[in-house]
Nanobody, 128 residues
């Protein structure tokens, strides 16, 4: 019943942009912080970005900083990940995750237990 669903993935060429959406249902996304993670073939899942429940603090992985922007819209109960200047290295399955905790958000280290609800993932492929 409590779930988040990603959408907006697809195939794009290097240098292009894509915006992922994470729509929550059964609960308020404002109840805690939201994180975006990704997993490429043969690699461990890594944190990409996160945003606090009030949207005042955001964090980004070094590999995406300056190119990706995380945001959230309370009225739509949805979080977003705007991805610009995409490169082949960004190809992965992207996951949205919601936490029940407020305050500072985390994406590095053993943060998996901090997120209670995970989406099914959205494929993003960057290729020419």
């Amino acid at each position: 019943q409590l779930q988040v669903v990603e959408s907006g993935g697809g195939l794009v060429q290097p240098g292009e942009s894509l915006r992922l959406s994470c729509e929550a249902s059964g609960f308020s996304l404002d109840s805690g912080y939201v994180g975006w993670f990704r997993q490429a073939p043969g690699k461990e899942r890594e944190g990409v970005s996160c945003i606090t429940s009030d949207g005042t603090i955001t964090k980004y992985a070094g590999s995406v900083k300056g190119r990706f922007t995380i945001s959230r819209d309370s009225a739509k109960n949805t979080a977003y990940l705007q991805m610009d200047s995409l490169a082949p290295e960004d190809t992965a399955v992207y996951y949205c995750a919601a936490s029940k905790f407020k305050g500072e958000c985390f994406i590095h280290g053993a943060v998996r237990p901090l997120y209670s609800i995970w989406g099914q993932g959205a494929q993003v492929t960057v290729s020419s």
